[in-house]
């Protein structure tokens, strides 16, 4: 088993020890935290692949890690603030990886992620944003629920080197 | 391999702000683990480049912010993500909320309104 995944493990299991009771079966850790476990396993072993250190500089490992040059995805929100994202670092192919589908999750997780930033721009109840933006919701749990399945499987198996390429 | 990841993490659990000026033509230079603003759009001007929270910007980025982007380091437990607000001390309405790898460059609608921001584990 890899180190890096061997660590994101021990976390899990610490997270998981601290939310059980005495006597009672293990629960599973949140969601979020396995799917950022396997995000943090993932970049990790895409960083060491570059060559990156902890030495190597933050501007180098942000490079590497986020993306270089113009942002290729690209999102409006209500609000009039343009979110954009890279499609060549670490982060991107591990999105990949975990969610299948970089852009679309990209394109719905900004949006869910500004429901209320949107319902006070508007000056609307949340609830009425929520309900107007029910599609993407549903994309986002739908999403994130392969994501998880994808990143448990990847954290129990120890495989986080990309079968393809170096990302 | 747990000192690369301790180290990447300290960027969060730490409190610091950077002040730099950009020369960034189009990437955003925001080192890793921080949440930075810029006076200018397309990450340019004045940078203000924070490691953890900031409940009251200072007056050369509060309500002069154009761009920003989230370079937070993603793991489980962490705060990575960044939420914006309009006010000090996180009050007010939240401007935008970024995920860890995204950026803002301008618009003329959304500008020149934050005032402080929080680092959370969502939005």
Redesign the interface.
């Known amino acids: 088993m890899r ?2 995944t061997a ?2 493990l021990a ?2 299991t610490l ?1 998981t020890g601290s939310a059980c009771t005495a006597g009672a079966t293990h629960p599973a ?1 949140p969601a ?3 799917i ?2 396997a ?2 396993a993932l ?2 072993d895409c ?2 692949r570059r060559g990156l ?2 030495h190597s500089g ?2 180098r ?3 590497a ?7 290729e995805l690209s999102l ?2 209500p ?8 499609t060549d ?1 670490c ?2 192919a591990a999105q990949r990886r975990l969610y299948g589908d970089q852009d679309r999750w990209f394109r719905t ?2 949006v ?3 429901l ?2 949107e319902a ?2 508007a000056g609307r109840p949340l609830s009425e944003v929520r309900a107007a933006h029910r599609a993407e919701i549903a994309e986002w749990r739908r999403l994130r629920a392969r994501a998880l399945t994808t990143a448990t499987a990847l954290l129990e198996g120890g495989g986080t080197t990309h079968p393809k390429g170096n990302q | ?5 301790a ?2 993490s300290a ?1 969060l659990l730490a409190t610091g702000v950077v002040l730099a000026t950009s020369a960034s033509a ?9 949440f930075c603003a810029w006076t200018d759009a397309n990450y340019q001007g004045q940078k203000i480049e924070w490691t953890g929270d900031d409940g009251w910007w200072e007056g050369n980025i509060a309500d002069q912010d154009s761009s920003w982007a989230n ?1 937070g ?6 705060k ?2 960044v939420k914006v607000y309009a006010s000090a001390h996180q009050s007010g ?18 500008n020149d309104r934050g005032d402080s921001h929080i680092w959370a ?3």
């Open positions: 180190a890096r660590t994101a976390v899990l997270l850790p979020d935290d396995v950022k476990a995000t943090r970049t990790d960083l060491t250190t902890p933050r501007q490992v942000s490079d890690l986020f993306g270089t040059g113009r942002a409006r929100l609000t009039g603030y343009v979110v954009r994202t890279h670092g982060l991107a997780s900004v869910v992620n500004n209320r930033p006070e721009s | 391999m747990k000192r690369f990841i180290v990447l960027g189009q990437a955003a230079a925001c080192g890793s683990g921080n370079h380091i993603s793991g489980p437990g962490i990575d993500y309405p939240m401007t935008i909320c970024l995920a860890p790898g995204q950026e803002a460059g301008y618009n003329g609608v959304a584990t969502g939005c």
